[in-house]
């Protein structure tokens, strides 16, 4: 178990250390290009709008763009469901998955000087997963099963390009770039108008809970799966036993719950890039070769931009260097571990075969 546990933790280890140093690189790439950059100011100041300056082409630009300025190429839409994503840049399903999960508790007792038993006991808790659980090696497969399920996927479904009224673009493909919360959509009887005709609703039963805005999926076993389910029950014994996660439970083993969200624009965006001839706004290459583009939710100054991303950058080489200390003394530990287990194992054989001399 500790030669397991080291190789694991020693992977993480040396993961994190490598990431660790590309993002010390790029740190120091980004920080010092964001010092150095001379930034052309494309507006008076903040909410005055954003006008395309052919003069500006092959200069990097910081960008206001107030939200009474602003156009969506398209509102991002799920053909599944068939539903909208309000005043947003991208929209992403979010799905789980009702699920049994196997916890295993092992006690320990002597029954004699040399001899020990482990008893393991198992219980079941059901809820809400973002990734399905194999139950096949459960040790009540039958009595626990989760149907493995996927009538939809999890992922972004859609994006779209902004623009300003006075002529400046970013494109789809670096809204990917933007800073800005997720926000998850609620819908009502107006809004769901196109959700009765989607093929969520008519291929997959799904219906609109109105609770924090899921559509759930109920899932219905057939009676072949059923029949089949309560003879793998009765093999194994669990056919009448009482299960006390289907007391408390939210839900059934199969069941699927969706919902969508996406980043909302609600106070324009602000943008440094560099400013192309057709007016488009796309990223520009740092001392190192590195693509740069700030692109965020609402109204800031350059100044504000730069501290904000090169903090940003500091906070995620921290976490790195943090992960590869952990994982690294982990593995130590667990080596160090291994020896002691060795050594005391080595000593106790050693003491047994002088009691038999």
């Known amino acids: ?66 939200q009474s300025d602003l156009l969506f190429d398209h509102y991002v839409y799920d053909p599944v469901f068939g539903v909208y994503g309000t005043n947003a840049v991208t929209l992403n399903r979010r799905v789980e998955y009702c699920q049994w999960q196997e916890h295993v508790h092992e006690t320990t007792q002597k029954t004699g000087e040399d001899k020990e038993r482990v008893t393991r006991t198992y219980t079941y808790v059901k ?87 899921w559509f759930l999926s109920k899932y219905e076993p057939s009676a072949a799966e059923t029949a089949m389910k309560a003879a793998a029950q009765y093999l194994e014994g669990t056919l009448f036993d009482f299960q006390l996660g289907d007391l408390f439970s939210v839900c059934d083993a199969g069941d699927v719950r969706v919902s969508l969200q996406g980043q909302v624009i609600n106070d324009g965006v602000s943008v440094i890039a560099l400013q192309n001839s057709d007016g488009t706004l796309s990223p520009f290459k740092s001392l190192s070769g590195r693509d740069i583009m700030l692109l965020e939710e609402g109204q800031h100054t350059a100044e504000e931009m730069k501290e904000r991303e090169i903090s940003d950058r500091f906070k995620s080489l921290v976490l790195f260097i943090i992960g590869a200390i952990v994982s690294l003394g982990l593995t130590g530990l667990f080596v160090k571990l291994f020896i002691n287990a060795r050594a005391a194992k080595t000593a106790k054989d050693n003491e047994n075969k002088d009691k038999l001399n």
């Open 1 to 66: 178990m500790f030669v397991v546990l080291a190789a694991i933790c020693g992977a993480i280890g040396v993961w994190t250390t490598v990431s660790s140093i590309k993002h010390f690189s790029a740190y120091r790439d980004v920080g010092a290009s964001l010092e150095s950059l001379i930034i052309t100011q494309s507006a008076p100041g903040l909410g005055y709008g954003s006008e395309f300056n052919p003069q500006n082409t092959g200069r990097v630009v910081h960008v206001n763009i107030p």
């Open 127 to 213: 809820g809400w997963h973002p990734t399905l659980i194999n139950s096949l090696f459960f040790d009540q497969p039958a009595a626990h099963h989760n149907p493995q399920r996927q009538p939809v996927s999890a992922g972004q479904v859609d994006v779209s390009g902004v623009s300003s009224r006075r002529g400046l673009k970013i494109p789809s493909v670096h809204m990917n770039k933007l800073k800005a919360p997720y926000t998850t959509f609620e819908y009502n009887r107006d809004t769901l108008q196109g959700f009765v005709t989607s093929p969520a609703y008519t291929n997959e039963q799904f219906f609109y809970t109105g609770n924090n805005g």
